[in-house]
């Protein structure tokens, strides 16, 4: 059964950091391109940031370049968000993706972590 479940989201106050999670089973972890996505009330989801499969390549939204970090462990089957410098603008129900690199078919979607960010 594929699934993915994220953490870490909470509340912190403008200028904090926060480091969400991911964990994925039921697929291949180490060949899927995954990626983080966000969506705030009334608004569209927008990619934030991925990581592809075999070499790592990151990409970033212009908008969080510079503060966020993506990265994965495929011997952990996990993959995390660091935020830093953290603005209101950021708040809004984090979502991670996985796909397979091999069709492009999308894998699963996460249930969602929420991330606050106000004083």
């Known amino acids: 059964q594929v699934h993915l479940v994220e953490s870490g989201g909470g509340l912190v106050q403008p200028g904090g950091s926060l480091r969400l999670s991911c964990a994925a089973s039921?697929?291949?972890?180490?060949?899927?391109?995954m990626s983080w996505h966000r969506q705030a009330p009334g608004n569209e989801r927008e990619l934030v940031a991925s990581i592809s499969s075999a070499n790592g390549i990151t990409n970033y939204a212009d908008s969080v370049k510079g503060r966020f970090t993506i990265s994965r462990d495929n011997a952990k089957n996990m993959m995390y968000l660091q935020m830093n410098s953290l603005k209101p603008d950021a708040t809004a129900v984090y979502y991670c993706?996985?796909?397979?690199?091999?069709?492009?078919?999308?894998?699963?979607w996460g249930q969602g972590t929420q991330v606050t960010v106000s004083s």
């Open positions: 993706k996985a796909r397979s690199s091999r069709t492009g078919y999308t894998l699963s």
């Open positions: 039921g697929f291949t972890f180490s060949s899927a391109f």
